[in-house]
């Protein structure tokens, strides 16, 4: 974008030129001419540079410049229209559905739908992985069932390509299908790629691949998990910061607590001389919690990092993340606390107000005022005054704000009330069996 913007820019200057000088010499006219064919070349230049790779023939280009589906599928006619060219129209029909240009049914009234369908059933479409898979979404998109044989002509391609593609991509196939419905064709395609990966599973090495592992672990046998999980432990020394924290991540996302891998990985993140980023160590904070690993020398290592780094450019989100994670490990760091509450107080117009309530669970839950508490709680009361009566927040929720209200020395007689009565805990209770994974615990 920002190339295209100085090349728009420097032609502006070249016509402004060449205009100047054909007023002050005829002699000139003939480099303004040169100059403006140049100009018109580098035009024509950039329009090439942004077609994509796929745009080879006349035909593909035809497809590429349509602006509607009419123009679109008047493609489907040509006689040297493929299954290369189907995929094409698939995947373009499709990203016009996503962006709401175009609808499901209106593309059911298309005339060229069979001819389309037809040509999808031929197959040979060479267009690679990513370019099948891309159709293959888009089809499901358009509304074609999992059980189609459109479907099942692409995914029988997709077993084809398994044969020659990398084990990475193999994984990246286990991605777009754990999006999918399920279908026999959709097992079929699961069932090969998980026998690839266990039979190559050397060829794993980038902590990418470790991340789409974990993710779909439930596919892959339990015996073989644990394996790559212990190979891991020879690996994550070698990986960036950042790879580190996203393994941390996915294990936590997935609830995998395996002992040897979770202290290496904290070992190496925490031996590391570079600070953690406020969001690396957001996430590190928030899958510690989830797996209940307790890395205290971890923890004062972000604690440390976070105080120098919380600056205006910090976003609201990432101070809630922190401060519910903190709460929740019951990890009391009064220099980051203290840093986190200066910078609510500080940039308290960009606060959100479930990062007020994030801050009020977690001091209480730390026993924990902060230096600058006395002008902060005059914001903080205020909003929590005014949402009081808007809030649709859950009972357990208001029960926990009473309660961190109470232990701040915070607690008015109304929200005590609101709490301490028979209607309020019948509510309570009802919501218990039916929300019980919203409880938060503190």
């Known amino acids: 974008m920002f ?57 593909d280009k035809q497809i590429f410049s349509a602006s509607d589906a009419k123009s679109l599928l008047m493609s489907v006619e040509h006689q040297n229209f493929d299954g290369r060219c189907a995929i094409n129209v698939v995947n373009i029909l499709s990203r016009w559905v996503s962006e709401g240009k175009f609808t499901v049914s209106d593309f059911q009234k298309l005339d060229s739908k069979a001819k389309l369908e037809e040509n999808l059933l031929k197959g040979e479409f060479s267009v690679g ?6 159709a293959l979404k888009g089809l499901l998109l358009l509304g074609f069932k999992p059980n189609s044989k459109v479907v099942e002509s692409l995914e029988n391609e997709i077993l084809w390509l398994l044969r020659k593609i990398t084990l990475g991509q193999h994984l990246l196939v286990m991605d777009y299908y754990s999006q999918m419905q399920e279908s026999a064709r959709h097992q079929q ?27 779909h672990a439930a596919h892959f046998n339990p015996k073989f998990i644990e394996k790559m999980e212990d190979v891991l432990v020879e690996l994550v020394q070698g990986f960036s910061q950042e790879d580190q924290t996203k393994i941390l991540v996915i294990l936590g996302a997935t609830q995998r607590r395996s002992t040897p891998l979770l202290r290496a990985l904290s070992y190496h993140l925490n031996k590391r001389s570079d600070k953690l980023s406020v969001r690396l160590a957001a996430d590190i904070l928030f899958a510690l919690h989830r797996l209940s ?17 919380l600056t205006p450019e910090v976003k609201s989100s990432t101070i809630g993340s922190l401060l519910t994670s903190l709460g929740q490990l019951k990890y009391r760091h009064e220099g980051c606390l203290d840093a986190v509450c200066d910078w609510v107080n500080h940039n308290w117009t ?17 026993d924990f005022l902060p ?10 009361s205020v909003l929590l005054r005014q949402k009081r009566v808007s809030s649709d927040l859950s009972k357990f929720i ?43 615990f503190f």
């Open 371 to 380: 230096s600058c508490w006395e002008p902060l709680w005059e914001k903080m």
């Open 129 to 134: 992985l990513f370019g099948t898979l891309q």
């Open 293 to 309: 690993f307790h890395d205290h020398l971890l923890m004062e290592r972000i604690c440390n990092d976070l105080v120098t780094q």
């Open 3 to 59: 190339r295209t913007g100085l090349l728009v820019k420097f032609g502006i200057v070249r016509i402004t030129s060449s205009c100047s000088l054909v007023q002050t010499s005829v002699k000139w006219c003939s480099t303004s001419a040169n100059l403006f064919l140049k100009q018109t070349d580098s035009k024509t230049d950039e329009h090439l540079s942004s077609e994509p790779a796929w745009v080879k023939t006349p035909l």
């Open 350 to 366: 960009k606060v959100r107000y479930q990062d007020v309530l994030s801050l009020t669970l977690c001091l209480a839950a730390l």
């Open 189 to 215: 395609v699961i069932k090969e790629v998980v026998s690839n990966v266990q039979r190559r599973w050397v060829e794993i090495v980038e902590a990418k691949d470790f991340v789409s592992l974990f993710k």
């Open 398 to 440: 208001q029960l926990d704000l009473a309660w961190s209200l109470a232990v701040l020395n915070h607690l008015d007689l109304e929200t005590g009330q609101s709490v301490l009565n028979d209607e309020f805990m019948g509510e309570l209770l009802g919501e218990a069996f039916l929300n019980l994974p919203l409880i938060f």
